[in-house]
């Protein structure tokens, strides 16, 4: 069973940084991607960042120059660094894992609050 456990979350004033984490633990079959997704109040939930295992990245247009999603693929773990935060940044953030014969694990979500 895969768990992922996610970290680093909180609450933050405009133009302030964090930096999100998301490990995993467990019997971890071949990794495809790992992302990061966020839902906002009465909205959908939308695709942030993804690193495929081969290193494409792709982010939503609202977060590029901004938001920068990394891994460190032995532990693995995958992260967010999130800088000059907005106040329309302000979601539940979820880590994603897309292991082979399409099978998906998510993390239990971390709060971001962006306020003055």
């Known amino acids: 069973q895969v768990q992922l456990v996610e970290s680093g979350g909180g609450s933050v004033q405009p133009g302030e940084s964090l930096r999100l984490s998301c490990a995993a633990s467990g019997i971890i079959p071949r990794i495809t991607a790992m992302s990061w997704y966020r839902q906002a109040p009465e909205k959908q939930r939308e695709l942030v960042a993804r690193?495929?295992?081969?290193?494409?990245?792709d982010y939503v247009d609202s977060v590029k120059g901004r938001f920068t999603i990394f891994r460190d693929t032995a532990k693995p773990t995958v992260y967010l660094q999130m800088n000059s935060l907005k106040p329309e940044d302000t979601a539940v953030y979820y880590c994603?894992?897309?292991?082979?014969?399409?099978?998906?694990?998510w993390g239990q979500g971390t709060q971001v609050t962006v306020s003055s």
């Open positions: 994603k894992l897309d292991v082979v014969l399409a099978s998906t694990y």
């Open positions: 690193i495929r295992s081969g290193g494409n990245i």
